[in-house]
């Protein structure tokens, strides 16, 4: 008798939840005929490695307020649906040296509770967004300085993360960290919370002017973990241009020569966003118009819509923008949401 042999390919198959699958049977077939037909096969796809949707290729980050500062008040079901990622803003410091909580305002949310807070997370999860507690702000006073606060701020992260839904942290301390600790904290969380964790990072202007600046090295110490970087092109005086000329903030040549040293100095495009307020009231110098931009963003990625400044070569991967905050893009009736978020949705 003849003998034939199939040989199966493995091919491994990821998508954003379990979905079972079939393999039709087949036969094999030589001179002495056709095979019975073989059994099929059903299988089960694994969930992708960051534990559910993944994020787009060109995301909309945008920070919500946990108190009322002005802006319109909003529940995390009330963020816009371009966000792709929502930082809640923002955790608070504890008596413990590198450990953070979360206190919902709940009084100043109009009596929002922690269980439709929590609700609300779990639903923006399940349509494809992530959403991530952010350290720090204009008054954050977390200190990661030595290995036992670095230790300290990797627990009480991940355990924010089991309590909320949290699926993951933002790095937006803005009185300096120290890149050895804080690599090592986030390292630490990492180890803790899979590959599903999200890390984003909102340096100051001149906390990315240098690769030797500690927010920098941060950057690039986790460049392997780290999801993206959404510099505060905002509240900042004129910086340096990756072409060693000054530039004013407010223009398409501040975001695209500044996004630059980054783009050259070592994270990949796709760890690179253009942090923006999202209204004149947002931030109290620095803000740009959409349009403004949307054109960084095209001059970045598609070399097009530049300004008197032109990167040398293109960023096709480059990750998108943030906007601080969804409350003042809400307050100004989403206009900035409603016309950036299409367009870095639709970049290349």
Same mark, same amino acid.
């Given at each position: 008798a003849a003998f034939v042999a199939v040989t199966w390919k493995e091919y491994e198959v990821?998508?954003?939840?379990?979905?079972?699958?079939?393999?039709?049977p087949v036969t094999a077939t030589n001179a002495a005929g056709e095979s019975a037909k073989s059994t099929a096969v059903t299988g089960t796809t694994r969930a992708s490695s960051d534990g559910g949707t993944a994020l787009p290729k060109h995301a909309v980050t945008?920070?919500?307020?946990?108190?009322?500062?002005?802006?319109?008040?909003?529940?995390?079901?009330d963020v816009q649906s371009q966000y792709d990622i929502i930082a809640v803003s923002f955790a608070d410091a504890t008596a413990t040296p590198g450990a953070v909580t979360f206190n919902l305002d709940s009084a100043g949310l109009g009596g929002?509770?922690?269980?439709?807070?929590?609700?609300?997370?779990?639903?923006?999860?399940a349509a494809g967004k992530k959403v991530i507690i952010s350290i720090g702000g204009e008054r954050g006073t977390v200190a990661v300085n030595?290995?036992?606060?670095?230790? =300290?701020?990797? =627990?009480?992260?991940?355990?924010?993360?089991?309590?909320?839904?949290f699926d993951g942290v933002?790095?937006?301390?803005?009185?300096?960290?120290?890149?050895?600790?804080?690599?090592?904290?986030?390292?630490?969380?990492?180890?803790?919370?899979?590959?599903?964790?999200?890390?984003?990072?909102?340096?100051?202007?001149?906390?990315?002017?240098?690769?030797?600046?500690?927010?920098?090295?941060?950057a690039l110490n986790i460049k392997d973990i780290l999801t993206v970087v959404n510099m505060q092109y905002y509240n900042s005086g004129s910086m340096l241009g990756c072409d060693g000329k000054v530039y004013s903030q407010g223009s398409v040549d501040f975001l695209t020569a500044l996004a630059c040293i980054q783009l050259e100095g070592g994270l990949a495009p796709s760890?690179?966003?253009?942090?923006?307020?999202?209204?004149?009231?947002?931030?109290?110098?620095?803000?740009?118009s959409p349009t403004i931009v949307n054109n960084a963003l095209d001059c970045l990625a598609k070399g097009t819509n530049c300004g008197s400044f032109k990167p040398s070569r293109t960023y096709p991967d480059l990750r998108g923008a943030m906007t601080w905050s969804t409350n003042w893009d809400a307050t100004a009736g989403n206009a900035w949401s409603n016309a950036v978020g299409p367009h870095v949705h639709g970049l290349p």
């Open positions: 990821e998508a954003a939840s379990p979905v079972t699958v079939a393999e039709v945008g920070y919500w307020q946990n108190f009322n500062n002005g802006a319109a008040v909003q529940k995390i079901s929002y509770t922690v269980d439709q807070f929590k609700a609300d997370v779990q639903a923006k999860k030595d290995s036992a606060s670095a230790t =300290n701020f990797a =627990n009480s992260v991940y355990s924010l993360m089991q309590t909320y839904g933002d790095i937006d301390l803005e009185n300096g960290l120290n890149a050895t600790y804080m690599t090592q904290a986030l390292r630490s969380l990492s180890a803790k919370a899979g590959s599903s964790l999200v890390i984003t990072m909102a340096p100051q202007t001149i906390d990315m002017q240098s690769t030797s600046n500690g927010y920098f090295q941060t760890q690179v966003g253009l942090g923006v307020p999202a209204s004149t009231r947002g931030a109290g110098s620095g803000y740009v």
